[in-house]
Nanobody, 126 residues
Framework: QVKLVESGGGSVQAGGSLRLSCEAS????????MAWFRQVAGKEREGLAT???????MYANFVKGRFTISQNNAKNTLYLQMSSLKPEDTAMYYC????????????????????WGRGTQVTVSS
């Protein structure tokens, strides 16, 4: 089992920046893909960025150049640095994890992720 706890959300004006954190605990023996998702009420959860245990990353096209995913393995913490924020970035942001195996590849489809945090709200005002 993996427990994920997000933090760092809040309110910011358009054009501003925020850094989200996700602290992971539990299984320290396996390798995991980690990822960030977001969801607006009434809409589907959408993948933003994912990172593997080697630090390889993949981004959704609509966040490339604005969001950066990173991790500190020593602290078991995942980050999402967000800049040039827009009102349409307002959403609940979730951290997620899925076990990394030789047969698996990177994906931003939420259905493949096993463990989820409870989310942190980001509100961007115009």
């Amino acid at each position: 089992q993996v427990k994920l706890v997000e933090s760092g959300g809040g309110s910011v004006q358009a054009g501003g920046s925020l850094r989200l954190s996700c602290e992971a605990s539990g299984d320290n023996d396996s390798r995991y893909y980690m990822a960030w998702f977001r969801q607006v009420a009434g809409k589907e959860r959408e993948g933003l960025a994912t990172i593997d245990s080697s630090g390889n990353t993949m981004y959704a096209n609509f966040v490339k150049g604005r969001f950066t995913i990173s991790q500190n393995n020593a602290k078991n913490t995942l980050y999402l640095q967000m800049s040039s924020l827009k009102p349409e970035d307002t959403a609940m942001y979730y951290c997620a994890a899925r076990m990394q195996r030789r047969s698996t590849t990177m994906t931003l489809e939420p259905v493949y992720f096993t463990f989820w945090g409870r989310g942190t709200q980001v509100t961007v005002s115009s």
